[in-house]
């Protein structure tokens, strides 16, 4: 059992839910990276270095995503194959 105020668990599962979600969710995954980041940033055990790696791989990963779909949707709307507003 951890003792209290080790995170190292928490940030580690924060770690693998926004590798998860910043592929499927790029906003949700880098929000949750950030989050778990910020957590494994209070301890120094081994698992906390893990799971610092983890979230920044999940953080790395969302913003390229976001990039991609940022960058491809205006593409398509200069193109005029995506509409530039919605009414």
Do not use: H
């Amino acid at each position: 059992m951890a003792k209290e105020g080790d995170f190292s668990d928490a940030s580690y599962i924060l770690g693998v839910l926004s590798i998860v979600f910043g592929i499927i969710q790029p906003v949700l995954g880098f929000g949750i990276g950030i989050s778990g980041l910020v957590l494994s940033f209070k301890n120094k055990s081994d698992m906390g270095k893990k799971a610092k790696i983890l979230n920044i791989i999940g953080i790395v990963i969302s913003a390229i995503i976001m990039l991609i779909l940022i960058v491809g949707s205006s593409y398509l709307i200069s193109k005029g194959l995506l509409p530039s507003n919605l009414k």
